[in-house]
């Protein structure tokens, strides 16, 4: 069956230093493979899209790399900031099929 | 700014009800999409649909349908609401290019008591 795993739950950091979320899958070919951060009580908020054809990509503080040998991508947020505390979802695509993976916690203490 | 709007922020239901969550897009997008999120297993997807009257069924279709008579409206039905359906519920949209990004609504938080 289909699956989208991400590393933990909950990843504790210290402020300055930096965060790195995994997503792994199986069974999935995915051409594009994207990342959200959400807030408790509200929805998904996109951050990055990266195609199966791109090794890295980057966006301010932020780093995705995509490895469709390893079958995997990672999220890096550098120089991690308290307003960074949040849920980081990977999402695949499919077609038009868009499915998540369970999310890791950020807390980044100051 | 692109809005999605759901219809209700909560909403208590009683088990054996029918139940309607409604879902509004303003940007006039082809993908429309209905997820449910509980704690530990993130988002899991219902139902989509890629157009007018089109829908496909997600992971976790059991229970539910869908109804998509207009572009910008998507709905989700419970026909008989039971107490393991009590969850976040999500609606998503996205413009009808594979890979673009999606944009979700507030979520309504349905309780089946």
């Known amino acids: 069956s289909q699956k989208i795993e991400q590393n933990s739950e909950a990843l504790n950091i210290q402020e300055g230093k930096t965060a790195t979320l995994t997503c792994n899958y199986t069974n999935y070919s995915p051409a594009y493979l994207q990342w959200y951060r959400q807030d408790p009580g509200r929805g998904p908020v996109f951050l990055l899209l990266?195609?199966?054809?791109?090794k890295e990509k980057r966006k301010e503080r932020l780093k995705v790399t995509f490895d469709t040998t390893l079958k995997q991508s990672l999220f890096h947020i550098t120089a991690s900031q308290p307003a960074d505390s949040a849920t980081y979802l990977c999402a695949l695509i499919n077609d038009y099929k868009l499915s998540f993976g369970a999310g890791t916690t950020v807390t980044v203490r100051a | 700014d692109v809005k999605v709007t759901q219809s209700s922020r909560y909403l208590v239901k009683r088990t054996g009800e029918k139940v309607f969550l409604e879902c509004v897009q303003d940007m006039d997008h082809e993908n429309m999409f209905w997820y449910r999120q509980d704690p530990g297993l993130g988002l899991r997807l219902i139902y989509f649909?890629?157009?007018?009257?089109?829908?496909e069924k997600g992971d976790i279709p059991e229970g539910y349908s869908v109804s998509r008579e207009k572009k910008e409206r998507f709905s989700l039905i419970l026909e008989s609401a039971s107490t393991n359906q009590t969850s976040m519920y999500l609606c998503a949209s996205s413009p009808g290019q594979v890979g673009t990004e999606a944009f979700f609504g507030q979520g309504t938080r349905l309780t089946v008591v």
């Open positions: 990266i195609r199966e054809n791109e």
């Open positions: 649909s890629y157009d007018v009257k089109m829908k």
